[in-house]
T-cell receptor, first 115, second 116 residues
């Protein structure tokens, strides 16, 4: 079975500060890992994904994440937070070749950015 | 890029009535569509997986007779909430797996259902 744990349901940073959103996964098979952002009453927008290529993945809006197998982690970072980054962020895992292939989501982390 | 158009974005209905939510893949063929439900301030929970031309697979605890899913074509999947009750009020999101251009998923913009 696969699962994702996001540490911290709410993270608050100042504008211009480093953003670090934590995600740990559990998977018995090589995982595909995703980070999504959700603004209020909207669907999910893909920030980046790891699909067994480069372990450091760069995404949109200046976000990046590093896949660390030894730590079973896929933390999301951004060097300098903008006010527009305030949103809900979800980490998700999918199994390679899984019969269903659906995403399994973490509980989400709400990012607040203070001026 | 692959786009899924979801309608309506917001709907209010009376208790006991049915509501249909549509998800259309605009520029690709969606052989598989996932339907999720999201409660306020919570994560997305998979309700069911629909495959074009076959019956949907429902997750444990999801009433298949209440949440009717139809995936009659490669570009359209629908979720009908039958005999809706206030506890069915939620945010429903569809998602399609995209096979071209790398492994990924694209999401609809979601439907906010309020049952009064």
């Amino acid at each position: 079975a696969q699962s994702v744990t996001q540490l911290g349901s709410h993270v608050s940073v100042s504008e211009g500060a480093l953003v670090l959103l934590r995600c740990n996964y559990s998977s018995s098979v090589p995982p595909y890992l995703f980070w999504y952002v959700q603004y209020p009453n909207q669907g999910l927008q893909l920030l980046l994904k790891y699909t067994s290529a480069a372990t450091l993945v760069k995404g949109i809006n200046g976000f990046e994440a590093e896949f660390k197998k030894s730590e079973t982690s896929f933390h999301l970072t951004k060097p300098s937070a903008h006010m527009s980054d305030a949103a809900e962020y979800f980490c998700a895992v999918s199994s390679i070749g899984g019969s269903q292939g659906n995403l399994i989501f973490g509980k989400g982390t709400k990012l607040s950015v203070k001026p | 890029g692959a786009v899924v158009s979801q309608h309506p974005s917001r709907v209010i209905c009376k208790s006991g009535t049915s509501v249909k939510i549509e998800c259309r893949s605009l520029d690709f063929q969606a052989t598989t569509m996932f339907w999720y439900r999201q409660f306020p301030k919570q994560s997305l929970m998979l309700m069911a997986t629909s495959n074009e031309g076959s019956k949907a697979t429902y997750e444990q605890g999801v009433e298949k007779d209440k949440f009717l899913i139809n995936h009659a074509s490669l570009t359209l999947s629908t979720l009908t909430v039958t005999s809706a009750h206030p506890e069915d009020s939620s945010f429903y999101i569809c998602s399609a797996r995209v096979s071209g251009g790398g492994y990924g998923y694209t999401f609809g913009s979601g439907t906010r259902l309020t049952v009064v």
